[in-house]
């Protein structure tokens, strides 16, 4: 593949590298800055011609680069302060109230579309659970298409997923209010029986 082709499949896909950046991230300006690294990246002269495009396309080599280039920073950050940086403290979470309206299934989620509550309950996952929910539902990429980017067992990414799904729902699930009309009916509450009145 030439570089200009390179360039513009790379390009192709500027969106979801900064979507999941910002993911990663939790701020504007450092996903600005780690698609900017992304790039620079992909860009030098040895990746272009070291591109395989049947090692999973475009968008899955620019993920990888994003999710390492995220974890190399904050392994940097480390050894410069001297104190360890988790993942979890990495992240700018914005806390607000649930929604219980979640079904995340294989046919994707239009990040664009959903709603702000939902994407808050998201961002309060865990990264590693964050990275794997949204890789599935936003970008659609398959089990070993997500293992691949993150560098993990495919049985990681499905015991990930699960857990990320069950996370969501529970989250939604105790943020409801008695007056949300999309409340999740609780099992566990007593029901009155008609004869009791």
């Known amino acids: 593949m030439d570089r200009a082709e390179f360039e513009h499949q790379a390009l192709e896909h500027f969106e979801a590298i900064y979507r999941m950046a910002y993911h990663l991230t939790g701020n504007h300006e450092r996903a600005e800055d780690l698609v900017q690294e992304v790039y620079v990246r992909a860009l030098r002269p040895q990746s272009v011609e070291a591109f395989n495009p049947h090692g999973g396309g475009m968008k899955s080599y620019l993920l990888v680069i994003c999710h ?7 392994k940097k950050a480390s050894r410069e302060s001297g104190k360890l940086v988790s993942a ?70 499905m015991s990930r997923l699960y857990r990320a799904r069950q996370m969501l729902t529970d989250a939604l699930r105790d943020g409801s209010t008695g007056d949300d009309p999309w409340k999740i009916p609780d099992d566990s509450s007593p029901q009155q029986s008609p004869n009791t009145a």
């Open 68 to 74: 390492n280039a995220h974890y190399s920073a904050l």
């Open 88 to 157: 979890e403290d990495a992240v700018d979470h914005r806390a607000g109230p649930a929604d219980d309206r979640l079904w995340i299934g294989r046919y994707g989620m239009d990040w664009e579309q959903v709603d702000e509550r939902l994407k808050n309950a998201i961002e309060r996952l865990s990264p590693e659970f964050r990275e794997v929910l949204l890789l599935w539902s936003v970008e659609q990429f398959k089990y070993r298409e997500i293992a691949d980017v993150l560098g993990v067992r495919i049985g990681t990414v």
